[in-house]
Structure formats: structure tokens, C-alpha cells
């Protein structure tokens, strides 16, 4: 029944650590590390070096960053949510929160969501230098 469940490797084939380099006796062809510290050292090294690799790539080219995208579609939208109102005027939510109870900025409710329209945020600041 179980007839291979017993069978040892009678393999002893003599190979070279890939990561101290000392010779030792691997009993199957995969074997690439004398033992499991070499194993997990040489994986350590390969994910340091890997991550300086990324870090020394990201400093190379200069790209455009994901912030200044999102800034010039925002400045496109004409209906924000409260946090795209607060981030396109540099404030906070509280203080879209107060104008909005103020009156000071008209707002609409879709459901339980406030939208707020690009020309009532045009509007605040037109009155506002008056």
C-alpha cells in the first residue's frame, strides 16, 4: 500500500554551499545550501540587497508623483466630497464642516453623502474678497 512511503535517498552527491562556499554531501539534486543557517542567510542577503536595489531605483528617476496627479484631477472634478473640498482649498475637514453650518458654503446631499459643488467653493472665495 504505502510501498513509497519508506524509501529513503540512497543519493550522496558532493556539492558547494551557494552562500559560505564549504563542500558538503547533499542527498538530493535541489540541495543548493550546506544547511539551513546558510539557507536563511544567503534569502536575508538576497532581500536586503533587493530592497537597496529599489530604494537606490527610486532615487535614480526622478517621477512624476501621485499626489500632483490626483491635485490636477481634483482641480477638474465639479462635485467634491468634504475631504477633496478640504484638499483642494488646503484646509481641513472641520473647517469645510463650519462653513457648511455657517452658510457660508452650499452643499448638496446625495443619500447620506455631502457633495459640495466646484462653483459654490469658486463662490466662497469671490465673496469672501468682497
Do not use: W
Not at 29 to 47: A, D, E, F, I, P
Not at 65 to 81: M, R
Not at 102 to 129: C, E, H, M, W
Request: proline share 2%; hydrophobic share 30%.
Amino acid at each position: 500500500m504505502d510501498k513509497y512511503r519508506h524509501m529513503a535517498s540512497n543519493i550522496e552527491i558532493t556539492k558547494k554551499c551557494l552562500y559560505c562556499g564549504k563542500e558538503y554531501t547533499a542527498k538530493t539534486l535541489t540541495t543548493r545550501y550546506c544547511g539551513h543557517t546558510c539557507n536563511s542567510r544567503h534569502y536575508k542577503q538576497l532581500k536586503r540587497e533587493e530592497k537597496l536595489n529599489n530604494f537606490k531605483e527610486a532615487q535614480a528617476k526622478p517621477e512624476q508623483q501621485p499626489q500632483q496627479s490626483f491635485d490636477i484631477a481634483l482641480q477638474q472634478k465639479e462635485f467634491l466630497s468634504i475631504d477633496e473640498a478640504a484638499k483642494l482649498i488646503g484646509a481641513s475637514r472641520r473647517t469645510i464642516h463650519r462653513l457648511i453650518s455657517g452658510n457660508k458654503l452650499q452643499v448638496g446631499k446625495v443619500g447620506s453623502r455631502t457633495i459640495i459643488t466646484r462653483k459654490a467653493i469658486d463662490n466662497l472665495f469671490n465673496t469672501q474678497a468682497v
